[in-house]
């Protein structure tokens, strides 16, 4: 039976980076990159427990194996991971709904990954459901950018109900896509 809760052990959020790890982009090959999706930021165990004390990330679970999370991240965050300053960069100059998405109070998607055994099952979906319920009555919307190149992950948060609302290019040069799921209609 898959279970969906919030992060509250040490043992899960140590079994968030095993999962962040095997799906990173240095790891895999190129074909799993451009069919499976990956992610991009590595966090330390210090870094990610700092994050889950403030929001606390969502995870799915197998019996006792995470199978899933996403990440919660505010913008008291901002500084905590260099890699993900000119995102919050980009968000002081993006406009959605005719404001700067800066002047909202949002919660960033830091990262979302699923266990390659248990995907096309609906759990990347579920996982987004409770994420929702859990922070829609205290933030406007999530947010996150993805990887232009990242095809798998564009497509899932399209089907969730993520918009994108502007384009960015990093100082490494990739290219970013700004998404929101406004919670607010």
């Not at 043992?11 to 990173?24: D, F, R, S």
């Not at 930021?41 to 427990?49: I, W």
């Not at 968000?91 to 096309?120: H, T, W």
């Not at 918009?163 to 040069?173: F, I, L, M, Q, R």
Request: aromatic letters at 12%; charged letters at 25%.
């Amino acid at each position: 039976m898959i279970t969906y809760s919030r992060a509250n052990t040490r043992e899960e959020l140590e079994a968030i980076l095993t999962l962040q790890q095997a799906n990173h982009a240095h790891k895999l090959s190129e074909q799993e990159i451009q069919t499976q999706g990956f992610v991009t930021v590595a966090h330390s165990f210090e870094l990610l427990s700092a994050l889950n004390n403030i929001e606390k990330h969502v995870i799915a679970k197998h019996g006792d194996k995470v199978i899933a999370y996403i990440l919660a991240m505010t913008r008291q965050s901002r500084n905590d991971i260099p890699v993900l300053l000119p995102m919050f960069d980009a968000f002081d100059k993006i406009e959605f709904q005719n404001k700067k998405i800066s002047d909202f109070n949002y919660l960033v998607v830091g990262q979302v990954c699923v266990d390659k055994n248990y995907r096309g099952q609906g759990i990347f979906d579920t996982c987004y459901e409770n994420y929702r319920n859990y922070y829609r009555q205290k933030y406007d919307f999530a947010i996150t950018e993805i990887a232009a190149n990242n095809l798998r992950s564009r497509n899932a948060h399209k089907r969730v109900g993520f918009k994108e609302v502007a384009t960015y290019n990093s100082p490494d040069g990739t290219e970013w896509v700004v998404v929101v799921w406004d919670w607010q209609q």
